[in-house]
């Protein structure tokens, strides 16, 4: 991957969440407060423009630029836990022109750190995690057997939309969606589908 892959990344990200921005606000709506699609609709565009703007040289400059500007512009939860993602991913890479499937693995194992160090949330407790850990997991062993970005980002979107789907029948343990206890049960966690969304991007792109 280089700059220019990851800022295509990037771009495509936002237009699937333009796209999806009503599916995913209907699904904060059932279990939390209704902004999610609106949030990262207003984030995604922020981080097209600023990149646009200054665009810069190195996958980990357009990783950490992009955390930045979400942690800066959007309110809710999820900006703070998909900026600080994208900025320990970006820190994790080296400051080459181009970085390898494998540095990708380290960086998306520090984005996903980063979350739990946030938000404190564990597998299961119905949150982004339960997409971004099985896309990690996945991504992980397809370039541990030797596929290229390409493959192991495909497997990687196929597990985040499978672990997405997966966070239907639980019941949520962290964040906005706790607060209804029992009744959080039979929806797909919001933040889930999104993370599903940048790795489906991730793998178009690549
Ligand atoms: P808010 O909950 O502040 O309205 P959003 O609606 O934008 O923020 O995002 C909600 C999503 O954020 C949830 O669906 C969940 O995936 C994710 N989330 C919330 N709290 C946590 C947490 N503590 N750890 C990980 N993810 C979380
Ligand atoms: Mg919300």
Same mark, same amino acid.
């Given at each position: 991957?280089?700059? /220019? ?15 999806? /921005?009503? $599916?995913?606000t209907?699904? &904060?709506?059932?279990?939390? &407060?209704? &902004? ?10 922020? #981080?097209?423009?600023?990149?646009? %703007?200054?665009? +810069? !040289?190195? #996958? *980990?400059? #357009?990783?950490? %630029?992009a955390?930045? /500007?979400?942690? *800066? ?8 836990l998909?900026? *600080?993602?994208?900025r320990? =991913?970006? %820190?994790?890479? +080296? ?20 979350? $739990? ?8 407790? %119905?949150?982004?995690?339960d ?8 991504? !992980?062993?397809?370039?541990?057997g ?5 493959? =192991?980002?495909?497997?990687? =979107? *196929? ?6 789907e997966?966070?239907? +029948? ?18 797909? &966690? ?13 793998? !178009?792109v690549?």
């Amino acid at each position: 991957m280089d700059a /220019t892959l990851a800022r295509d990344w990037m771009r495509a990200a936002a237009t699937a969440i333009a796209a999806d /921005t009503d $599916r995913l606000t209907r699904l &904060d709506a059932a279990i939390g &407060d209704g &902004d999610h699609g609106v949030n990262l609709h207003r984030g995604f565009t922020a #981080v097209v423009a600023a990149l646009e %703007k200054s665009p +810069p !040289e190195t #996958v *980990s400059e #357009v990783l950490v %630029k992009a955390g930045t /500007t979400l942690i *800066s512009r959007v309110g809710g939860a999820s900006g703070p836990l998909y900026g *600080s993602a994208l900025r320990a =991913a970006g %820190k994790a890479l +080296p400051a080459t022109a181009e970085v390898q499937p494998s540095d990708l693995v380290a960086a998306l194992h520090a984005g996903l750190e980063a979350v $739990r160090r946030l938000g404190g949330a564990a597998p299961g407790d %119905k949150t982004l995690i339960d997409a971004y850990g099985p896309a990690l997991d996945a991504f !992980e062993k397809a370039v541990a057997g030797g596929a290229g970005l390409a493959e =192991a980002a495909g497997a990687a =979107a *196929s597990a985040a939309e499978a672990g997405a789907e997966a966070t239907v +029948p639980l019941q949520a343990r962290k964040g906005r969606a706790s607060y209804l206890g029992k009744r959080s049960i039979g929806h797909q &966690d919001p933040g889930a589908a999104s993370t599903s969304l940048i790795f489906q991007a991730l793998a !178009e792109v690549a």
